[in-house]
């Protein structure tokens, strides 16, 4: 069994045996109050994504029986293709106080050139920057809503889920305009860590840079190598300060303890929210 890192509350120790404490000292508690005093770390530890947060129980029996220390979780947007019933700021508290790292998804408006359906941003930067803020605005509301604290800066984190599009000039100029928004709200006081998830290359990525620009990027590249450098064509100078998570592995079930969740997997060298 995978044991903490450095990183994570400075231990170095079984899952299993974190659990039991906090079940003997009493801080493994769904109490609200553990959320508000969680703030923003970086962690070079494996975690998975999944469309629906799992129940309480399915996060108790994995933190004892998989690999994994983080989730990703869709907080919201217009964009979400997932119900979540198990999402609510009690669920968020519980899994943080037992250990778990959260990285939230804000999936909001996509790419005028995004092929998928559903609901776009403006082709016109202008617009598309104003958009960007205003999805910032819609995701720090869903993180309070869920007892995440984002009343000091720096102790929160939101990535936005920018899926790939046809990179014509036009929607590439779009997507840059409207992360900028996005950025520009976050970095607003009390300022919060922004992120842009999105695929590698579909995503464009090494575009949305320059000022503002995202702190840290999440890359989806299914080659099943866990390094975060290796994000091709985003060059492994950029977002290099402990500053990537990569989804190296798509859509598929794995079972731990006898309970099997379809996931995603994932490896960082970059902030969650703990």
């Not at 309070?144 to 984002?150: D, E, P, T």
């Not at 929160?156 to 992360?179: G, S």
Request: hydrophobic letters at 35%; one cysteine or more; charged letters at 10%.
């Amino acid at each position: 069994m995978r044991t903490m890192t450095s990183r994570f509350w400075h231990l170095s120790m079984p899952k299993i045996i974190i659990f039991a404490l906090l079940v003997v000292t009493g801080v493994f508690t769904p109490a609200l109050s553990r959320s508000a005093s969680a703030t923003v770390v970086t962690t070079t530890s494996n975690g998975f994504d999944a469309c629906s947060a799992p129940s309480t129980a399915t996060m108790d029996n994995w933190w004892i029986n998989s690999p994994y220390y983080w989730v990703g979780v869709y907080i919201g947007g217009v964009d979400r293709s997932c119900s979540q019933p198990n999402l609510t700021s009690s669920w968020v508290s519980h899994v943080v106080s037992t250990g778990w790292n959260i990285v939230p998804i804000w999936a909001g408006l996509q790419d005028p050139c995004y092929s998928g359906g559903g609901s776009l941003f403006s082709t016109d930067p202008t617009t598309a920057y104003s958009q960007g803020q205003s999805e910032a605005s819609s995701a720090v509301g869903a993180l309070i809503g869920l007892g995440i604290n984002v009343g000091t800066s720096g102790n929160a984190e939101v990535v936005d889920d920018l899926e790939a599009f046809n990179q014509t000039p036009t929607c590439v100029a779009a997507a840059q305009a409207f992360i900028k928004g996005w950025d520009a709200y976050l970095a607003v006081s009390p300022s919060q860590v922004s992120g842009v998830y999105g695929s590698s290359s579909g995503s464009d990525i090494s575009a949305l840079t320059g000022s503002p620009a995202p702190y840290f990027i999440w890359g989806a590249y299914w080659d099943l190598n866990q390094s975060t450098l290796d994000l091709p064509p985003i060059p492994s100078s950029a977002w290099s300060n402990s500053q990537r998570l990569k989804q190296y592995r798509g859509g598929h079930v794995e079972t731990y303890g006898g309970v099997g969740i379809n996931i995603d997997n994932d490896s960082a060298n970059g902030p969650v929210y703990h």
